[in-house]
């Protein structure tokens, strides 16, 4: 068991530096509501959970070694950095939203489609990532509001 959550561990870690630096190209371009978003903010992620045949692994930011800070600017423009075992990358772009969903496109061209939960100073996002040996997962990034 032990073995096979540092597997995990090592697989999502992977999984989150591709969907953060690998993202596909998106033409789809939601509208953004006019009104102010709880969402403007600092956001560092806290929490990483990933649901499996054998179970469910939760692992804070700390243990799974992804260290990620968004932050959501009021003009619609966002900066993040990952710190990780690879180092640190930094990205910025612009970002919308609707009520279910975030758009980040990045300064390069590519985009990242995020569903969330909005809760107060809880932001969860809802993403899927594939493992070789497990196929496709759920996982759930819990970021804090700072």
Request: glycine share 8%; charged share 15%.
């Amino acid at each position: 068991m032990k073995h096979t959550t540092k597997q995990i561990s090592f697989v999502i870690i992977l999984s989150l530096i591709l969907a953060i630096t690998g993202c596909k190209k998106d033409s789809s371009n939601p509208s953004s509501p006019q009104s102010g978003s709880g969402l403007v903010g600092t956001w560092i992620l806290t929490n990483i959970t990933a649901v499996t045949t054998t179970g469910t692994l939760s692992l804070t930011a700390d243990q799974a070694n992804e260290h990620i800070t968004i932050t959501l600017n009021s003009d619609e423009t966002f900066l993040s950095t990952t710190v990780d075992a690879s180092g640190t990358t930094k990205d910025g772009g612009t970002y919308s939203f609707d009520s279910s969903n975030i758009t980040l496109k990045s300064n390069s061209g590519d985009s990242l489609i995020w569903n969330y939960t909005l809760n107060g100073s809880d932001l969860l996002v809802k993403s899927t990532i594939t493992v070789a040996t497990l196929g496709t997962i759920p996982v759930t990034l819990d970021f804090k509001k700072q």
